[in-house]
């Protein structure tokens, strides 16, 4: 089991910057992936951003390429997403997630075996 715990989300407005926390505790050398959804209300929970644990290679939702950097500390168990230039459309809760084993798309809400609980993100024009 993992268990994962989000942190650092907040009320901020257009323009600025905030950077999400993911603490993964428990079987976390077993984790193969993590990644970042998020969901506005009334909408699907969508795919953000994705790092693999071993290498570090990196995957983005192309609308936010360039605004947001997913990153981990593996001796910290953490991940991280730094989201720059907020805008309204960003607000969302944002859920943490792990994906056990290999996958062939991390892009995919069904890709993951673990989920945090979330954080609000709120970005005011």
């Known amino acids: 089991q993992v268990q994962l715990v989000e942190s650092g989300g907040g009320l901020v407005q257009a323009g600025d910057s905030l950077t999400l926390s993911c603490a993964a505790s428990g079987r976390t050398s077993s984790s193969y992936a993590m990644g970042w959804f998020r969901q506005a209300p009334g909408k699907e929970r969508d795919f953000v951003a994705a790092?693999?644990?071993?290498?570090?290679?990196?995957y983005y939702e192309s609308s936010v390429k360039g605004r947001i950097t997913i990153s981990r500390d593996n001796p910290k168990n953490t991940v991280y997403l730094q989201m720059n230039n907020l805008k309204p459309e960003d607000t969302a809760v944002y859920y943490c997630?792990?994906?056990?084993?290999?996958?062939?798309?991390?892009?995919?809400?069904?890709?993951?075996?673990?989920w945090g609980q979330g954080t609000q993100v709120t970005v005011s024009s």
């Open positions: 997630a792990a994906a056990r084993d290999w996958r062939p798309s991390l892009d995919i809400y069904h890709a993951y075996d673990y």
């Open positions: 790092i693999i644990s071993s290498d570090g290679t990196t």
